[in-house]
Nanobody, 114 residues
Framework: VQLQASGGGLVQAGGSLRLSCAASGEIYSINDMSWYRQTPGAQREWVASISRRGMASYGDFVVGRFTISRDNVKNTVDLQMRSLKPEDTAVYYC?????????WGQGTLVTVSS
Protein backbone atom coordinates (compact mmCIF):
# COMPACT_ATOMS: atom_id res chain seq x y z
CA VAL A 1 0.00 0.00 0.00
CA GLN A 2 1.32 3.44 -0.94
CA LEU A 3 -0.03 6.62 0.60
CA GLN A 4 0.50 10.07 -0.88
CA ALA A 5 -0.46 13.03 1.28
CA SER A 6 -0.96 16.54 -0.02
CA GLY A 7 -2.55 19.84 0.88
CA GLY A 8 -0.24 21.17 3.56
CA GLY A 9 0.92 24.75 3.60
CA LEU A 10 0.96 28.03 5.46
CA VAL A 11 -2.25 29.43 6.87
CA GLN A 12 -3.10 32.16 9.35
CA ALA A 13 -4.62 31.35 12.71
CA GLY A 14 -8.35 30.92 12.39
CA GLY A 15 -8.05 29.76 8.81
CA SER A 16 -8.82 26.47 7.16
CA LEU A 17 -6.86 23.85 5.27
CA ARG A 18 -7.80 20.58 3.65
CA LEU A 19 -5.40 17.67 3.55
CA SER A 20 -5.84 14.78 1.18
CA CYS A 21 -4.29 11.33 1.06
CA ALA A 22 -4.47 9.02 -1.92
CA ALA A 23 -3.98 5.30 -1.48
CA SER A 24 -2.74 2.92 -4.12
CA GLY A 25 -1.54 -0.64 -4.31
CA GLU A 26 -3.36 -3.33 -2.36
CA ILE A 27 -6.21 -1.05 -1.40
CA TYR A 28 -8.57 -3.95 -0.82
CA SER A 29 -6.56 -4.73 2.30
CA ILE A 30 -7.16 -1.31 3.88
CA ASN A 31 -9.42 -1.12 6.92
CA ASP A 32 -9.14 2.09 8.91
CA MET A 33 -7.44 5.19 7.59
CA SER A 34 -6.08 7.85 9.89
CA TRP A 35 -4.27 11.11 10.22
CA TYR A 36 -1.49 11.69 12.71
CA ARG A 37 0.72 14.68 13.33
CA GLN A 38 4.16 15.26 14.74
CA THR A 39 6.20 18.24 15.85
CA PRO A 40 9.97 18.19 16.29
CA GLY A 41 11.01 16.37 19.42
CA ALA A 42 7.51 15.10 20.15
CA GLN A 43 5.83 11.77 19.68
CA ARG A 44 3.49 11.27 16.79
CA GLU A 45 -0.02 12.24 17.85
CA TRP A 46 -3.23 10.67 16.63
CA VAL A 47 -5.62 13.17 15.01
CA ALA A 48 -8.50 11.22 13.53
CA SER A 49 -9.51 7.88 12.04
CA ILE A 50 -12.26 6.64 9.79
CA SER A 51 -13.39 3.10 9.17
CA ARG A 52 -14.18 1.58 5.82
CA ARG A 53 -17.84 2.16 6.61
CA GLY A 54 -17.28 5.81 7.44
CA MET A 55 -17.30 5.78 11.22
CA ALA A 56 -15.07 8.61 12.38
CA SER A 57 -13.27 9.24 15.62
CA TYR A 58 -11.12 12.15 16.74
CA GLY A 59 -8.45 13.11 19.19
CA ASP A 60 -9.65 15.17 22.13
CA PHE A 61 -7.86 18.30 20.98
CA VAL A 62 -9.87 18.39 17.73
CA VAL A 63 -13.00 19.61 19.56
CA GLY A 64 -15.15 19.78 16.43
CA ARG A 65 -12.61 21.71 14.36
CA PHE A 66 -11.53 18.88 12.06
CA THR A 67 -13.55 16.54 9.88
CA ILE A 68 -12.20 13.34 8.39
CA SER A 69 -13.85 11.88 5.32
CA ARG A 70 -13.20 8.97 3.04
CA ASP A 71 -13.99 8.09 -0.55
CA ASN A 72 -13.75 4.35 -1.10
CA VAL A 73 -14.16 4.76 -4.86
CA LYS A 74 -11.33 7.26 -5.24
CA ASN A 75 -9.38 5.60 -2.41
CA THR A 76 -8.78 8.88 -0.67
CA VAL A 77 -9.07 10.16 2.86
CA ASP A 78 -9.33 13.87 3.56
CA LEU A 79 -8.91 15.96 6.67
CA GLN A 80 -10.75 19.27 6.66
CA MET A 81 -9.26 21.52 9.29
CA ARG A 82 -10.96 24.70 10.47
CA SER A 83 -10.26 27.30 13.14
CA LEU A 84 -6.60 26.43 12.98
CA LYS A 85 -4.33 27.43 15.83
CA PRO A 86 -0.57 27.93 15.91
CA GLU A 87 -0.32 24.80 18.03
CA ASP A 88 -1.72 22.82 15.10
CA THR A 89 1.55 23.41 13.31
CA ALA A 90 3.05 20.00 12.57
CA VAL A 91 3.84 17.48 9.90
CA TYR A 92 0.65 15.57 9.22
CA TYR A 93 0.86 11.93 8.24
CA CYS A 94 -1.69 9.73 6.57
CA UNK A 95 -1.83 6.14 7.78
CA UNK A 96 -3.65 3.01 6.78
CA UNK A 97 -4.36 -0.05 8.86
CA UNK A 98 -4.42 -3.06 6.61
CA UNK A 99 -4.73 -6.80 6.90
CA UNK A 100 -0.95 -7.03 6.52
CA UNK A 101 0.04 -4.23 8.89
CA UNK A 102 0.19 -0.43 9.11
CA UNK A 103 1.39 1.82 6.33
CA TRP A 104 2.41 5.47 6.47
CA GLY A 105 2.53 8.28 3.97
CA GLN A 106 5.42 10.72 3.68
CA GLY A 107 3.83 13.57 5.63
CA THR A 108 2.77 17.06 4.67
CA LEU A 109 3.73 20.17 6.62
CA VAL A 110 1.06 22.44 8.04
CA THR A 111 2.20 25.78 9.43
CA VAL A 112 -0.25 28.03 11.24
CA SER A 113 0.94 31.57 11.80
CA SER A 114 -0.31 33.73 14.66
Amino acid sequence: VQLQASGGGLVQAGGSLRLSCAASGEIYSINDMSWYRQTPGAQREWVASISRRGMASYGDFVVGRFTISRDNVKNTVDLQMRSLKPEDTAVYYCAARTTTGPYWGQGTLVTVSS
